[in-house]
């Protein structure tokens, strides 16, 4: 091929994957939107950075592509990516835990035989005051004896798996949240924190259950589960949109939500929960990718800590621990 045609391709297919990143990111104003795209971000990103890094060392003029679009999506690599934080976290505000422990590994999933135990040293070592756990089986649990209040929600009515909340401060008036139709779900609960009360939520939304050897471009079934998941983003949605119902009319305490979304910050469920002025702690705080699961060999954020603006975010951290299939991630929040 002639080199000049070929600098010709490779400026057109670096220009449709930049604008391809563009629209999974949503920097376009949502003025074209593909769902599905959300999951690519990562590798759209590391393609086009190859092609920065590939014409910067030819000294050729499409490097200035990358940037420009870097420029259109500055806050949207702020989802992705967070600077090194500098700042010196105090211990004096309240600190709290969310984690999917993948039922203490009740099916063996990990070689490790003695997972729970694994998990209860983690926590002894970080002493959160409060952890939300994702996916908790009561059965194969630790029993974290250092924490005297804990709040346990069935995803489904006598079912083994759900929600749990354990404390280290009384926590009052636990409700469970259902979604219709779905084994996943969540629980609400009030904390009384020194001289506050604060509204607690721990949800766990709509699974993917995909296969980690499941891809969207190699496998053989690549299209049923391309309609899986577009299936599934919309009962996220709806799940957010009834979460959302309920927090509006129920709650004037200052809230702190813990969730497994499932999805990343680039999706739709994630922008509807954080359209209700809520704070992403990992925005405030948080440093690197951030990346709790590992999707075939994409590293994705979907799980998440946000909170009201009358809570300050104090610390964030992912805690690079591999005792489930996601990360655990904590936060220390103080009252405004």
Request: glycine share 4%; with cysteine; proline share 5%.
């Amino acid at each position: 091929m002639d080199r000049s045609l070929l600098n010709a391709f490779l400026i057109v297919l670096n220009s449709f994957f930049l604008l391809l990143q563009l629209i999974s990111m949503g920097a376009l104003g949502g003025y074209i939107e593909i769902p599905l795209l959300s999951l690519a971000v990562p590798l759209l990103c590391i393609v086009n950075i190859f092609f920065f890094i590939f014409w910067m060392l030819r000294f050729q003029w499409p490097v200035f592509l990358f940037l420009i679009s870097f420029m259109i999506s500055f806050q949207e690599w702020q989802l992705l990516y967070q600077l090194e934080n500098n700042g010196i976290p105090t211990s004096d505000g309240l600190s709290v835990l969310s984690y999917n422990v993948r039922s203490f590994n009740r099916f063996k999933w990990l070689k490790d035989s003695d997972v729970p135990s694994a998990i209860e040293d983690f926590i002894i070592e970080t002493d959160p005051d409060i952890i939300c756990f994702q996916e908790y089986a009561p059965a194969q649990a630790p029993p974290l004896s250092s924490y005297p209040y804990k709040v346990f929600k069935p995803y489904v009515k006598g079912g083994k798996i759900g929600s749990c909340i354990v404390s280290k401060y009384p926590l009052i008036r636990p409700e469970s949240i259902s979604f219709e139709g779905s084994f996943n779900g969540g629980m609400q609960v009030d904390l009384l924190w020194k001289q506050d009360t604060l509204r607690l939520y721990n949800l766990h939304f709509e699974s993917f259950r995909l296969n980690k050897k499941d891809t969207l471009i190699t496998s053989d079934n690549s299209n049923q589960i391309r309609l899986r998941l577009q299936s599934i983003f919309e009962i996220q949605e709806t799940q957010v949109e009834y979460f959302n119902t309920l927090t509006n009319k129920n709650s004037s305490y200052p809230e702190i939500i813990c969730t497994d979304l499932n999805n990343t910050a680039f999706s739709k469920p994630y922008q509807k929960i954080k359209k209700q002025s809520r704070i992403d702690a990992f925005l405030e705080q948080g440093e690197g990718f951030g990346s709790t699961y590992q999707f075939s060999f994409l590293p994705m954020r979907i799980d998440f800590i946000f909170n009201t603006p009358n809570l300050r975010v104090i610390d964030f951290e992912t805690h690079d621990i591999k005792l489930s299939d996601h990360k655990p991630i904590s936060v220390i929040l103080e009252k405004i």
